[in-house]
């Protein structure tokens, strides 16, 4: 099966700088990769998502690229506000099936 | 306004004792999940049903059991042999389709603690 592995686990950045989370994942069908932030006490919410036809994209502040031969997609967010701090999950998917596999996830901590 | 309800958000239980987790759903989303989330160990898959009366084992399903009577819920029990079930549990759904990349939404989740 898929295996999906996300580093670092825990980030710290000063208000402002940029952040970068790094996932890997193992099957060469997975074609949808989502990110997915999670604030404390709450379920994961979809933040951005590229499908393998597509190296990168943006929106706003985030960006998400994709290396499909090296089988690697990273996060990138700049200009980073204390309301950023929060779990980041990536994962990985073959659209249109239902099992989704995600990372271990990365702690985001943004300091003022 | 649509979307995933889980309770109760905080649940206490005797080792030994059966529990069932509630999800429902009014986005009228086919399939649904169950996740477990540990600390750092990120997601980690239950049960899946892609459509009413069908469900399927996901990666740590030894323990739970699961139902799909109704489209919008999809109650998670987890039994007396499942080991340390004091956790986070999240429920999501999804509309899939060949055509229709696979988001996930997710409800508030449910933090269960086994006393």
């Known amino acids: ?48 998502d590229i499908r393998s036809n597509v190296g990168e994209k943006k929106d706003q502040r985030i960006a998400v690229t ?14 980073t506000q204390p309301e950023d701090s929060a779990v980041y999950f990536c994962a990985a998917s073959i659209g249109g099936y ?8 990365t702690k985001l901590q943004v300091i003022p | 306004d649509g979307g995933i309800t889980q309770s109760p958000k905080y649940l206490f239980r005797k080792e030994g004792q059966n529990v069932t987790l509630s999800c ?13 989330q540990d600390p750092g160990q990120g997601l980690r898959l239950i049960y899946y049903s892609q459509i009413v ?50 988001e996930q939404f997710f409800g508030p989740g449910t933090r269960l603690t086994v006393l």
């Open chain 2, 53 to 102: 009366n069908d469900f399927q084992k996901g990666d740590i399903a030894e323990g739970y059991s699961v139902s799909r009577e109704k489209k919008e819920s999809f109650p998670l029990t987890g039994t007396s042999a499942q080991k340390n079930p004091t956790a986070f549990y999240l429920c999501a759904s999804s509309q899939p389709g060949l055509a229709v990349y696979n």
């Open chain 1, 1 to 48: 099966g898929e295996n999906v592995e996300q580093h670092p686990s825990t980030l710290s950045v000063q208000e402002g700088d940029s952040a970068v989370i790094k996932c890997t994942y193992s099957d060469s069908a997975s074609n949808y990769f989502p990110w997915y932030k999670q604030e404390l006490g709450k379920g994961p919410q979809l933040i951005i």
């Open chain 1, 98 to 105: 239902q099992k989704v596999t995600f990372g271990t996830g």
């Open chain 2, 24 to 36: 429902e759903q009014n986005l009228n989303h086919d399939a649904m999940y169950w996740y477990r």
């Open chain 1, 66 to 79: 994709l290396n499909k031969t090296a089988k690697h997609f990273s996060l990138h967010i700049t200009e």
